[in-house]
């Protein structure tokens, strides 16, 4: 599988805005879906954002809890996808992990952690 390593987690006060990278060595990066997903403490891991190619474009899809306030991007020269997270909630506390999005495809690094407190 695909290995991904995510990093620029960290502690955020609530309102504040933080961005997450993930960067892998897959050749084939400009042509995968990349998703970010997240869990929090005694919870599933969750679907965040995704972006799927489709030829010379990208859809990006987000979960209902952060539409609005969080953005995926991709940088396909630097084989990375980032996430770039504004308004951030207390909520939003997670352990966030990035992967090829596909079935069969999902792989789990060690993710990068997120804590939004005053």
């Known amino acids: 599988q695909a290995q991904f390593v995510e990093s620029g987690g960290g502690l955020v006060q609530p309102g504040g805005s933080l961005t997450l990278s993930c960067t892998t060595s897959?050749?084939?990066?400009?042509?995968?879906?990349v998703g970010w997903y997240r869990q929090a403490p005694g919870q599933e891991r969750e679907l965040v954002a995704r972006s799927i190619s489709s030829g010379a474009t990208y859809y990006t899809t987000y979960a209902d809890s952060v539409k609005g306030r969080f953005t995926i991007s991709r940088d396909n020269s630097k084989k990375t996808a980032y996430l770039y997270m504004n308004n951030l909630k207390p909520e939003d506390t997670a352990v966030y992990y990035c992967t090829r999005d596909m079935p069969g495809y999902r792989s789990w690094g060690q993710g990068t952690s997120v804590t939004v407190s005053s």
């Open positions: 897959i050749s084939i990066f400009s042509t995968i879906a």
